[in-house]
């Protein structure tokens, strides 16, 4: 944080030299185009790198970030991915001595309450990829 | 068919994917001050359907030939090439013009070259704007490539999609000139810094052109700032990219740094990261 920042937050200000967004905004749209993804291609790929690590943990969809970063026209795919716990279905963990679960669609023993929405949405996720897959930038628990 | 002297000649590309940034202004320069410095050089106008590095060098009214009629041996080179007058060691060679029947391949464009080079220390290909075949017949000719930009958005995109195409047809080095900096606006953080233009691209840099009235009364006059001296802050920035290009090392200095008024200096001391 600089000073002027400082004074900024101070006063309740919130100016940013244009300098710093043209530098923010065009390293995002380089970074787009050196990868050559549409952001609509980029949005499916994030998708699905979802559901596949949904299927084997249990992350916090609100916390997710998938973005592509740039230095030194060097693209790489960043994904932060912040894990709530593990799903214990797919691959099944035989010391827990639960029942084998064929497939991914056994719902959690353990959900606790409150996070019925998210889990019913990771479920369908995880369960068919062809269904529609519900907005997972703004997952919106009942 | 590519003809080697004793000292190969530098084939320099000039481009800068988008349009207005300054490239046939570059060229023009350059090649008035490489030519003073004693290289003899060579400057094609690679974009033939608009042309104007003639006019920017004051030559519009002497072409007769173009390299089309070289190619096709209705013409000698030598008939082609249009000499300075202040500076014999310079000369213009335009790839075509407007209404040619037949656009130029890529071959055609190396074997012009490759001509050039014969008789040259320098040659200077003005690409034109644009990604599209007028910039791949130029590139494929060239050996290395100076990417012209500003430090605003649009231009640097561009700039970074020509860098990307250069790198795949293994033009190399490619060098950057940051054209139309605004020292004051610069200072005051509401124009891209050059570090952030040189970070993004990651190019080195071999030159800074800050924007100088003078360049349009040159362009008016059709006689390049480097013509006569050294007068103006865009003149000399453009001396030392061709001093640099012939090996000489000329420190680069940041104008936003180097002419900081009051207001600037306060502002970048309010600027400093506290924490």
Known sequence: MSLLDFINRLLGRQAQPSASTARE????VLAHDRSD????LLDQMRREILEVVQRYVEIDLEGCDVSLETEDR????????PI???RRLDPPSPADGEPMAPTSSAPPQDDPPG????LSQLREIANSSSAPIPAWVHPDPE | MDAVTSAPARIILICSGKGGVGKTTLTANLGIALARLGSRTAV?????GLRNLDLLLGLENRIVYTAQEVLAGTCRLEQALVKHKQEPNLSLLPAGNPRMLEWLTPEDMKRIVALLAERSDFVLIDCPAGIEDGFKNAAAAAQEAIVITTPEVSAVRDADRVIGLLNIQGVQPVQLVLNRVRPRMMANQEMLAVSDVTDILALPLLGLVVEDEQVIVSTNRGEPLTLNGTGSPAAKAYLNVARRLQGESVPLIDPSKEREGLRAKIKRII???IF
Not at chain 1, 25 to 28: G, V
């Open chain 1, 74 to 81: 060097v693209t790489a795919l960043l994904a932060n991915l």
């Open chain 2, 271 to 273: 600027s400093t990261k």
């Open chain 1, 37 to 40: 993804l549409n952001p609509e």
């Open chain 2, 44 to 48: 094609l106008d690679a974009d033939f």
């Open chain 1, 25 to 28: 905004r065009l390293q995002l």
């Open chain 1, 84 to 86: 709530k716990g593990a």
């Open chain 1, 115 to 118: 996070r019925e929405g998210t």
